[in-house]
């Protein structure tokens, strides 16, 4: 029988809850502003001898990853957590994390990448991954955060999977904030996530292997990316099954995106992360005023669920895109590029618009959200739609 | 200690068929270590570069140990990262508690004095069970010769050319040992790949403490020094015999002088030169304007002989 | 040879190769020849000889075989030996000298 435990605690807390419950073999952190709640509550776990995990304190985030990458190799369940720099000094291992097909699960506090150097959130550094091979994860509150975490895990070690995970939270906003969270207990979240059965372990000593080959000079190194690339897309599969029994045991809904209002909606706003309850809202507001306004949430960003939006989207007649992140000189953020680009498949052309929110930790006031319908209702009654993307509420 | 007869019982943990230049140094550093490190399962890594690319170009490996390359940077944590989850699969009593494993992290110098230094550091100081071997052949000859903070004073190399205004590298060969010294760990040695028995002696030592242990190995690399492929030996004897590359060790903190040094200093220290004048990445020192610069590197190597003499209570 | 078959490597797919890259085997470079490097071999005086295994503590390619704690009767594996004389410039009694090559070798995958 599952117990559940209502707590009120911030979205960092929970993760380190999840993952003492998910029972890794090794952790390997760094600290760092707004993840650092993670490791440190996880710290805690290590000195009470709640955990049998190796805490691996690190000396800079490479070395945590590479600490993790080669953890894992060795055959051990491993996650870890980080954010912002952190995350941006990591990049190559990024890469080859997901390149040796090793299912770390690794939390993410979003959080503006310098410069000018900023702690606030937005989404910058995880789309700054967004092509580094790992499925990515996006929560709304700290009971997301919690559930994606456990279900990462889950996911990242399926054998069909075999891919890491960025589990990704919202820098303050959902890290720091106190909120209600239903957590699961300890022997349902076990029997969920399962024994860890690695495979190409460098310990198991009797059948020696070699990670980390060179595949160049005419290797199959094309044939590796395509594997990748294949593990990536059944991990679409994975993840709704895996989320359907999870949400089967929490009575918590949990899908590739989450919509609302959309049934009939004109006027829609797809959106990423905490910012998304703003949205809604508005758009409850705006309903009562006789706008039919609607909400997408991305809750999965790799593997992007491109048909379940263009199918959420079917019969919209103007779309805002808002992205907490820029992408220098693209036609859009890059929620917006790969919307539109799924857009193209849509049986109807839907003008959509690119509006980057809330860099730094900048406000997402609901005035501006409604901006943002007010735009789109524009469009809607014949206005034209703007040729470049749109700064909100930026000066 | 084992002698050589003993030595031949033991598996070769590194295979024929590597890609390795004839005559490199490093592939003879890696036989020789893995010889010492007896009976027990070894784990091994190496960071990126000539050794790790030479040794594992898919789909053939020579290693018969589990093997993993990470990247370039990172071997000490890689490394740290796989002795982890031994320790935590051990916790998860997935892996039986008296089980013995070692683990040994490779780098050349320039994945080691400069790009892996700090992650070496990291590793060293939070005390993993594992030696980390630093192959020293003086620069990055994976990228082409390029010059390392491992590459001795006057040396030519591609990213320290000889020229009207420039006679090779500027700077210093930086002292790397003492700096790994100074995290106190229970084992650190310097060594040559020519002086098999000091070498294999403080691999077996470095693999029995408890702890991290690091070996600095002089590692010839015949393609970087412009020496003649069947000198790599012999060129790197007369680095230990000039006292360019001096032998010792700091076990538990304790400094001494090693047997293949010792030995040189009571025979009578050779002149550098010998040993910088089998090799064509020093020719250029022999040209009379250069004289100055040549009596410096002399001059160098004898300050750092006083300094180790002085650590080693000499 | 190595229990990892890759005979028919050039035509898998992209679903056929381990997983990450991986090479499911150890020491399987033993199939690979290095042997084609060399422009000389080294040859061994049986007289002079003291099975002192210098040659062998120093030999950079795993290529000195040896035997009941002495010099294997074929010696040298000619399929990795790259040629490169350390034997011979160390052999403390002049017992292994180099010679041009000129000896059949198996092609080199």
Same mark, same amino acid.
């Given at each position: 029988m599952t117990e559940k435990r209502t707590v009120a605690a911030t979205g960092n807390v929970v993760v380190a809850e999840a993952f003492r419950q998910c029972a890794p073999d090794v952790v390997a952190a760094y600290p760092i502003t707004p993840q650092t709640t993670i490791v440190e509550e996880f710290a805690k776990f290590v000195a009470q001898g709640r955990v049998h995990t190796e805490y691996v304190t690190v000396e800079s985030e490479h070395s945590a990853m590479s600490a993790c990458v080669g953890a894992s190799a060795a055959g051990a369940r491993v996650m870890t957590a980080t954010a912002s720099q952190g995350l941006a000094l990591m990049w190559e291992e990024l890469h080859i994390a997901s390149g040796m097909r090793l299912p770390i699960v690794m939390a993410n506090a979003n959080r503006a990448l310098s410069a000018p150097i900023n702690i606030h959130c937005d989404h910058g550094d995880a789309m700054g991954a967004r092509d580094a091979g790992w499925v990515m994860l996006f929560a709304e509150s700290a009971q997301e955060a919690y559930d994606n975490t456990i279900i990462s895990l889950k996911v990242a070690e399926d054998p069909q999977v075999l891919l890491p995970v960025l589990t990704c939270l919202?820098?303050?906003?959902?890290? !720091?904030?106190?909120?209600?969270?239903?957590?699961?207990?300890?022997?349902?979240?076990?029997?969920?996530?399962?024994?860890?059965?690695?495979?190409?372990?460098?310990?198991?000593?009797d059948n020696p292997v070699t990670h980390g080959a060179f595949a160049g000079l005419g290797g199959p190194f094309f044939e590796f990316k395509r594997a990748q690339r294949d593990a990536m897309d059944r991990s679409k599969a994975v993840i709704e099954r895996e989320s359907a029994a999870f949400s089967k045991i929490t009575e918590r809904p949990f899908g590739l995106i989450e919509t609302f209002m959309m049934d009939d909606a004109d006027v829609a706003i797809v959106i990423i992360g905490s910012a998304s309850g703003n949205a809604r809202h508005v758009a409850r507001e705006l309903r009562s005023e006789g706008v039919k306004a609607g909400v997408v949430k991305v809750r999965c960003f790799r593997p992007f669920p491109g048909a379940e939006i263009v199918s959420a989207l079917r019969g919209v007649k103007a779309v805002a895109v808002l992205d907490r992140a820029e992408s220098f000189g693209a036609q859009g953020g890059p929620l917006f590029l790969e919307t539109r680009s799924a857009m193209y498949d849509a049986a109807e052309r839907v003008p959509l618009v690119s509006y980057i929110y809330g860099l730094g930790g900048s406000d997402v006031r609901l005035e501006l959200v409604r901006e943002v319908y007010t735009d789109l209702s524009d469009i809607v009654a014949g206005g034209s739609v703007p040729d470049s993307l749109v700064y909100l509420g930026s000066r | 200690?084992?002698?050589?007869?003993?030595?031949?019982?033991?598996?070769?943990?590194?295979?024929?068929? !590597?890609?390795?230049?004839?005559?490199?140094?490093? =592939?003879?550093?890696?036989?020789?270590?893995?010889?010492?490190?007896?009976?027990?399962?070894?784990?091994?890594?190496?960071?990126?570069?000539?050794?790790?690319?030479?040794?594992?170009?898919?789909?053939?490996?020579?290693?018969?140990?589990?093997?993993?390359?990470?990247?370039?940077?990172?071997?000490?944590?890689?490394?740290?990262?796989?002795?982890?989850?031994?320790?935590?699969?051990?916790?998860?009593?997935?892996?039986?508690?008296? #089980?013995?494993? #070692?683990?040994?992290?490779?780098?050349?110098?320039?994945?080691?004095?400069?790009?892996?230094?700090? =992650?070496?550091?990291?590793?060293?100081?939070?005390?993993?069970?594992?030696?980390?071997?630093?192959?020293?052949?003086?620069?990055?000859? +994976?990228?082409?010769?390029?010059?390392?903070?491992?590459?001795?004073?006057?040396?030519?190399?591609?990213? /320290?050319?000889?020229?009207?205004?420039?006679?090779?590298?500027?700077?210093?060969?930086?002292?790397?040992?003492?700096?790994?010294?100074?995290?106190?760990?229970?084992?650190?040695?310097?060594?040559?790949? /020519?002086?098999?028995?000091?070498?294999?002696?403080?691999?077996?030592?470095?693999?029995?403490?408890?702890?991290?242990?690091?070996?600095?190995?002089?590692?010839?690399?015949?393609?970087?020094?412009?020496?003649?492929?069947?000198?790599?030996?012999?060129?790197?004897?007369?680095?230990?015999?000039?006292?360019?590359?001096?032998?010792?060790?700091?076990? +538990?903190?304790?400094?001494?002088?090693?047997?293949? /040094?010792?030995?040189?200093?009571?025979?009578?220290?050779?002149?550098?030169?010998?040993?910088?004048?089998?090799?064509?990445?020093?020719? !250029?020192?022999?040209?009379?304007?250069?004289?100055?610069?040549?009596?410096?590197?002399?001059?160098?190597?004898?300050d750092y002989l006083t300094y180790i003499n002085g650590r080693c209570g000499g | 040879m190595s229990n990892w078959d890759i005979s028919k490597i050039d035509s898998w797919k992209s679903a056929q190769f381990p997983l990450g890259a991986v090479i499911p085997a150890g020491g399987n470079s033993d199939d690979y020849v290095t042997g084609g490097w060399r422009s000389e071999r080294p040859e061994r005086s049986i007289e002079k000889c003291t099975d002192c295994l210098i040659c062998w503590i120093f030999c950079p390619d795993t290529a000195i075989r040896v035997a009941d704690e002495k010099l294997a009767d074929d010696w040298v594996d000619l399929d990795h030996c790259k040629g490169c004389g350390v034997c011979a410039n160390e052999c403390p009694v002049e017992a292994i000298t180099m010679v041009p090559e000129g000896c059949e070798i198996r092609e080199a995958k």
């Open positions: 919202d820098g303050f906003i959902t890290t !720091h904030s106190i909120e209600r969270v239903d957590l699961l207990d300890d022997e349902t979240v076990e029997s969920f996530v399962g024994e860890y059965e690695p495979q190409n372990a460098l310990l198991d000593l | 200690m084992p002698t050589l007869r003993e030595l031949t019982h033991r598996e070769d943990r590194l295979a024929g068929g !590597h890609r390795l230049c004839a005559g490199c140094g490093a =592939s003879i550093a890696v036989r020789q270590i893995l010889l010492a490190a007896g009976e027990e399962p070894v784990v091994t890594g190496c960071a990126t570069g000539c050794l790790e690319v030479s040794t594992t170009i898919y789909p053939y490996t020579s290693w018969k140990t589990p093997f993993i390359h990470n990247a370039f940077e990172n071997s000490a944590a890689t490394v740290s990262g796989v002795e982890a989850a031994f320790k935590g699969l051990k916790a998860a009593g997935k892996i039986p508690a008296d #089980k013995k494993v #070692k683990f040994v992290a490779f780098g050349g110098d320039g994945g080691t004095y400069d790009i892996g230094l700090q =992650s070496l550091s990291g590793a060293m100081e939070r005390g993993h069970d594992m030696v980390y071997v630093c192959y020293d052949n003086g620069a990055y000859m +994976n990228t082409g010769i390029q010059r390392s903070s491992g590459t001795p004073k006057g040396a030519w190399a591609t990213t /320290s050319e000889v020229g009207k205004a420039q006679a090779g590298k500027i700077q210093k060969r930086k002292d790397l040992t003492s700096i790994i010294a100074a995290h106190g760990i229970p084992y650190v040695a310097q060594a040559s790949i /020519s002086h098999w028995k000091d070498l294999t002696t403080k691999a077996e030592k470095a693999f029995a403490v408890e702890g991290p242990a690091f070996l600095n190995v002089l590692a010839t690399c015949p393609r970087g020094w412009r020496s003649p492929y069947n000198k790599s030996i012999e060129v790197a004897k007369l680095a230990v015999e000039t006292g360019f590359w001096p032998t010792f060790e700091v076990e +538990n903190g304790i400094w001494s002088l090693s047997a293949p /040094s010792v030995s040189a200093e009571r025979r009578g220290r050779k002149p550098v030169t010998e040993f910088l004048q089998m090799q064509g990445r020093f020719k !250029h020192l022999f040209k009379p304007e250069n004289a100055e610069l040549l009596a410096e590197i002399q001059t160098d190597v004898d | -």
